[in-house]
């Protein structure tokens, strides 16, 4: 079948990493044909320029992505150096010498009209109850390392979880170039030196490499990270700045050795000054610090971070400084940035995969022909401010609910916030409730654990509950010792791994 006059003939991706090779993946796959020949596409990278490859840890919809490219759960963990991911454990971010846990999946099964919590709630003001946590099937596995794959029947506690991967990015990277290239994506080795715009609109015409090669093309994805070589370099399409919200700018990143301590969850632990990650694979541990230079300099931040490893380093600290915020258009003209040329989420929920496979999610939803559609762009940047914007609200949910009494976070404490987070605070503090503008990637069981964990305690609860004839009480005491009992059941994480996905030795 012949081609309509106005379909795209080639993509052009420039940069590679993980958000150059999942667009090139995923765009491999929705493209039918022998080498995709309807549509040529081909990805632009040198050699000479690094990637960041910070994003190790992952949330659950990676799943679905990895699931559309075709690839093998196991195989990809075995590629990767992967590990299972039930949630995000936050220690002393609420005070010094506190934890909570943000599990996959929801606090407990759902018995009632009414949320658990609201139960919970109401049962707290009359007796002690375990924290909320206790509630949360992710939490009662990863207290005690096992892991296991959830079921299907909805009347199991072992429903109720969900997961994800940490994973070597650069890794990933490397797997889904091969899956590309197999499926006819072109790879270009070469450092761009000019972007060639049409006369008349402006729109990119042409990349020209330094030896000379000139790459036309109809569409442009941008993957060249924080630079935006196409989005700002040559469109200039100007940048929303966030510090003032998220004050951390840099980061420093040191891998170590395993410990012994393989959890099946990534510790987010608070620092004077900004906060450690922690991320285990199987042939290493991923740290790193992420804080503000204003508190502290890069050389305390790196012997800080270098001092609370728990293995041996495997390499000298890494610095990366950033500006936490977006492009003020995602796509514009005939290019669409993807990854950190997109703009930066600090990795504190890890976001950042997510947020690149999202905006390829979008691109196939609002797939255009050459002649760019004004809506179907702009409909694409409402959908990705708003998404940037309510993932921007929850990590400054982090920050603002503290009682540490160090200079970053008695700012961070004190500062004024966006009108739409303080009304979501304010509802909460009143009953316990949870309200949402819709479509936010972090659902009530995210919210809720922050919360919890960093002492918006409610006022009250949910006068439905009062009114309801249920015994609340005793289906937490049941659920509670149901996740006991079967979290006990579980293979270790390390046995799962073992058994189902280990990957060679390094």
């Known amino acids: 079948m012949d081609l309509p006059e106005h379909a795209l003939r080639h993509i052009v991706i420039v940069g590679g990493g993980s958000a150059g090779w999942m ?10 044909g022998p080498a995709n020949a309807r549509c040529r596409i081909t990805l632009i990278e040198s050699d000479e320029i690094g990637t960041v490859g910070v994003g190790e ?3 659950p919809p ?3 992505f990895n699931q559309v490219l075709g ?7 075995r590629r990767t150096q992967g590990s299972f991911k039930l949630g995000i454990q936050f220690v002393d971010w609420g005070r010094k010498d506190h934890s909570y846990f943000h599990p996959f999946g929801p606090h407990g099964l759902a018995f009632d009209l009414s949320p658990l919590h609201q139960h919970w709630l109401r049962a707290r003001e009359q007796q002690n109850l375990p924290p909320i946590d206790e509630y949360a099937m992710a939490w009662a596995a990863a207290r005690r390392g096992r892991f296991d794959k959830p079921v299907g029947d909805p009347r199991s506690v072992l429903s109720s979880y969900d997961y994800a991967y940490h994973f070597d990015a650069g890794l990933y990277a490397r797997y889904l170039r091969e899956v590309s290239e197999q499926r006819g994506v072109q790879r270009l080795e070469g450092k ?37 070589l196409l989005i700002e370099e040559a469109l200039h399409t100007g940048y929303e700045d966030w510090t003032h919200w998220l004050p951390c700018d840099r980061a420093v990143a040191m891998p170590c050795a395993s410990s012994a301590d393989f959890t099946p969850y990534t510790r987010s632990t608070a620092r004077e000054a900004g906060w450690q990650w922690r991320i285990p694979l199987q042939h290493r541990t991923g740290n790193g610090y992420v804080y503000c230079s204003r508190f502290i300099s890069d050389e305390d931040a790196a012997r800080t971070l270098q001092a609370h490893l728990d293995g041996a380093p495997l390499a000298q600290p890494r610095l990366l400084k950033f500006t936490t915020g977006r492009r003020k258009q995602f796509w514009n003209r005939n290019v669409i940035a ?8 600090e990795p504190l929920e890890s976001t950042s995969l997510h947020l690149v496979q999202s905006g390829i999610s979008r691109l196939l939803a609002l797939f255009p022909d050459r002649r760019f559609d004004p809506l179907t762009t702009a409909e694409f940047n409402r959908i990705s401010i708003q998404e940037f914007e309510r993932i921007r609200d929850f990590l400054i949910l982090h920050y603002k609910l503290n009682t540490r009494e160090e200079a970053l976070w008695r700012y961070c404490a ?15 503090k009143r009953s316990g409730r949870l309200v949402s503008e819709g479509n936010d990637l972090f659902g009530n069981q995210s919210w809720l654990s922050v919360h919890m964990g960093q002492f918006n305690w ?26 006991a009992q079967a979290a006990e059941a579980m293979p270790t994480h390390a046995e799962f791994i073992r058994r189902y996905c280990a990957a060679a030795p390094q």
């Open 23 to 32: 667009a090139a993946a995923a765009l491999s796959r929705a493209i039918s």
């Open 57 to 59: 840890a992952t949330i």
């Open 62 to 64: 990676i799943r679905t």
């Open 71 to 77: 690839l093998d759960e196991a195989e990809f963990m």
């Open 192 to 228: 761009i030196v000019h972007t060639a715009l049409r006369e008349g609109d402006g729109f990119v015409e042409a990349v020209q490499l330094a030896d000379g090669r000139r790459v036309e093309g109809d569409l442009f994805i941008d993957c060249s990270g924080f630079r935006g």
């Open 338 to 345: 993807l990854g950190l040329a997109s703009g930066f989420m």
């Open 414 to 428: 004190d500062m004024p916030i966006p009108d739409s987070l303080q009304y979501k605070i304010d509802h909460f």
């Open 458 to 483: 409610p006022e009250g609860h949910d006068p439905l509950v009062d009114l309801r004839n249920i015994d609340g009480l005793g289906m937490l005491r049941r659920q509670h010792q149901a996740m």
